[in-house]
């Protein structure tokens, strides 16, 4: 600590617009000779060159104003670009490409992932259809209430909620309950016609009950609900319960 003019006149770096304390805390760098001297807890120099290659890895407000990046310099940037440039030859090898080509094999990879994401899907909803004539021909009674408790071969949620919307319509009166495992995992969605509704029958407490069975929980509204579980060994018990 030493008098903000002695700091001054020892050289120490301030600047316009800052407020200082007088005594100030000056903040030197020493090799031979002075390398910084400063009135703050950073370090300058004279020109961004001194510091060698710069890499902004990233950059973001930190509040109202004021924005931060975060760097490395020197050896550290390069030995940083070295190590990426060797990742995108390695890459570009395993994708049997070049560098300069990398982008437009990977634009063409994902392209081709989408296409086949849509053959995929449009293969599940046909076997959906298929499916929802074998239920519906195999669907049960209870009393005067149709049912059907029936496991699907897709886990795509969305198929799953078409399917039992199409059942529900289809039967005009009664209760869906359809299975699935989505990657392990039991899977269930429930649909009650609208006069069952009225009767006081609920899918969102139809589907909590059965998924209790397989260890899960969910609930939904009373005309249609999803959930999930985590036995799956004990799905079929859960459709038959």
């Excluded at 973001?60 to 070295?82: F, P």
């Excluded at 260890?215 to 939904?220: A, D, K, M, S, Y």
């Amino acid at each position: 600590n030493l008098p903000l003019r002695q700091a001054l006149n020892e050289g120490a770096l301030a600047f316009f617009g800052d407020k200082y304390a007088d005594p100030v805390r000056m903040v030197s760098i020493i090799d031979d000779s002075p390398l910084s001297l400063e009135l703050c807890g950073g370090t300058h120099v004279s020109a961004t060159g001194e510091v060698g290659y710069i890499h902004i890895s990233s950059e973001g407000s930190i509040g109202s104003g004021m924005r931060r990046i975060e760097a490395v310099t020197g050896d550290a940037s390069e030995n940083l670009i070295s190590q990426r440039l060797d990742t995108i030859a390695t890459l570009a090898k395993s994708l049997q490409t070049s560098p300069d080509e990398l982008e437009n094999r990977l634009d063409a990879i994902n392209q081709e992932l989408n296409k086949l994401r849509t053959q995929t899907h449009d293969l599940e909803l046909k076997l959906a259809y298929s499916e929802i004539e074998t239920m519906l021909s195999n669907k049960q009674m209870s009393g005067d209430i149709s049912f059907i408790a029936a496991r699907a071969t897709t886990a795509d949620p969305s198929i799953l909620r078409e399917m039992a919307d199409i059942l529900r319509d289809r039967l005009g009166s009664g209760i869906v309950l359809l299975a699935a495992v989505d990657e392990g995992r039991p899977r269930f969605i429930a649909a009650v016609t609208s006069d069952l509704v009225g009767k006081g029958y609920h899918a969102g407490r139809l589907i909590k009950s059965v998924s209790a069975i397989v260890g899960g929980g969910g609930g939904g509204q009373a005309e249609m609900a999803q959930a999930g579980g985590r036995d799956t060994e004990k799905l079929d018990a859960a459709l038959q319960s």
